[in-house]
């Protein structure tokens, strides 16, 4: 079982690394989630019509409501704050996005297809699952877990 | 009472941990596919292409490319030496981005690093976190036999 104990040793090595990957995460999704958050809170109006006319029902609540949890979610995954409260949120918010615009676009990110939001899912379901990791307010505020 | 609702959604959202691993591996073995094969195709265009780009032994590492895509793919998917094979392809994310990408700026829209930047941070949650118990790599490795 030579290969069993290399592979054993090797994931104890790299379990070092596990918070350095939820950091860079919860950055670049911070990162990614700020421009479509201030678009919206830039052209209010336009995005509430946006919202209407891709049939959101009550579209100046909702835009209010994705224009709100966007921003906060820049805020609080950069400071790893509520972390796994406020990715179920910003995980809605891309099935949404996914089912209301993307997907008739099809995968591909050239075709303005669902593969960019799909990734920010799948980013979020790793970070609601896992927390913020050991560089975070959570950390600092809730210790440490298990 | 923050510190109940922390620990009560850190309590149900754990247990969401292997799924969401298991997902973002094969919207990760998915996203090399294309890449793979295209490679395979025509390996003396991209020894050509990786030669105009200043890449050394371009034939070599065309080679190397194309194989650790394709072993990537197989890998990824099965969840077989899953922290092992994340590490080539955050190499060869990394050189992307260096040779191709990072020229043309941030967007995914104008070709930019954005997508291999979400493949190495995808990577790199794998290569620090492993496959998750969905995976050939749980029952081989982890999976306490006695």
């Known amino acids: 079982m030579r290969l069993k104990d290399f592979y054993l040793e090797l994931s104890v090595l790299l379990n070092y690394f596990q918070s350095f990957s939820l950091l860079f995460a919860r950055i670049v999704l911070a990162y990614g989630f700020y421009e479509p958050a201030l678009t919206k809170w830039r052209n209010f109006d336009t995005t509430a019509e946006w919202f209407s006319s891709l049939g959101i029902p009550l579209a100046p609540v909702m835009t209010l409501l994705t224009a709100s949890i966007e921003i906060l979610g820049v805020l609080l995954l950069f400071l790893g704050l509520f972390t796994r409260l406020i990715t179920i949120p910003l995980m809605i918010i891309m099935v949404i996005a996914v089912l209301t615009v993307h997907i008739s676009n099809g995968f591909s990110v050239a075709d303005n297809g669902f593969e960019v939001p799909l990734y920010y899912f799948l980013f979020l379901s790793i970070l609601t699952s896992y927390g913020a990791g050991e560089f975070s307010l959570d950390r600092v505020i809730f210790g440490k877990e298990k | ?146």
């Open chain 2, 1 to 146: 009472m923050l510190v109940k609702i922390h620990t009560l959604s850190k309590n149900i959202l754990q247990n969401f941990q292997s799924l969401s691993l298991l997902l973002a591996r094969f919207a990760v073995a998915y996203g090399f596919l294309e890449p793979a094969l295209l490679k395979w195709k025509d390996i003396g265009a991209v020894a050509e292409w990786f030669d105009s780009m200043g890449i050394p032994f371009p034939t070599l590492n065309a080679y190397m490319a194309a194989s650790s895509e394709i072993l990537g793919v197989v890998l990824l998917t099965i969840g077989l030496f899953t922290r092992l094979i994340s590490i080539p392809l955050m190499v060869i994310m990394v050189v992307a981005i260096m040779t191709v990408h990072l020229v043309h700026g941030f967007s995914a829209g104008d070709n930019g690093f954005e997508i291999p930047l979400y493949y190495m941070l995808f990577l790199f949650i794998f290569t620090s976190h492993g496959a998750g118990k969905f995976s050939l790599d749980y029952f081989l490795f982890e999976k306490k036999t006695q």
